[in-house]
């Protein structure tokens, strides 16, 4: 009887070239994977935890103040908003961020109130972010992203009449890196 080169095994747990192949390609796969997620939690590892919870306590003031004072959209800036925090929460568990933030101040009047309880840094930040996402949506656009940098404009708008209440001095830009 020929040898055809290969065995039969009858389940004793042989491979076959084939086998090693896709084993080997698995294997590759899973080093990659592993590496992407070592990559990715060491470049969010730079995160600084107040700044996020700044962000958050931010957009949640910002949520409180449409509550009170509704514009033209209060429901789809409030969508918006709560998904940017859904966002943040994500990175501030990444970054190993604990404790609860809460909205800066309780008078969500404030800003209107002559600005006391508005931080210009904070304001910085936010417009800041935006105008990150706004530039993100232009290099890679979607259906959407018409929409969501009309939303975040308007946006940046509130902001800029916050920041005038408030006294913050300068123009607010995105910097090299975001």
């Given amino acids: 009887m020929a040898s055809s080169g290969r065995t039969a095994r009858g389940g004793r747990g042989?491979?076959?070239?084939r086998q090693r192949k896709i084993a080997g390609v698995a294997a590759i796969g899973v080093t990659l994977g592993v590496a992407f997620a070592v990559a990715t939690g060491t470049s969010q590892a730079g995160e600084n935890c107040q700044g996020l919870d700044t962000a958050v306590g931010n957009n949640l003031a910002f949520i409180a103040d449409?509550?009170?004072?509704?514009?033209?959209?209060p429901e789809a800036r409030i969508a918006n908003r709560q998904a940017v925090i859904d966002q943040l929460e994500q990175r501030r568990t990444v970054a190993g961020c604990t404790g609860e933030v809460e909205v800066p101040d309780a008078d969500p009047n404030a800003a209107l109130n002559g600005g006391a309880a508005e931080n210009c840094d904070g304001l910085d930040g936010a417009v800041r972010n935006n105008l990150a996402?706004?530039?993100?949506?232009?290099?890679?656009?979607?259906a959407l992203s018409e929409a969501r940098i009309a939303n975040r404009q308007a946006v940046i708008d509130l902001l800029e009449q916050r920041r005038?209440?408030?006294?913050?001095?300068?123009q607010v830009a995105l910097t090299a890196g975001g």
Wanted: proline share 10%; glycine share 14%.
């Fill in 14 to 17: 042989g491979t076959s070239p």
């Fill in 66 to 73: 449409q509550l009170v004072n509704p514009d033209a959209l």
């Fill in 133 to 142: 996402f706004i530039d993100g949506q232009r290099r890679n656009p979607d």
């Fill in 164 to 170: 005038t209440l408030a006294g913050c001095t300068g």
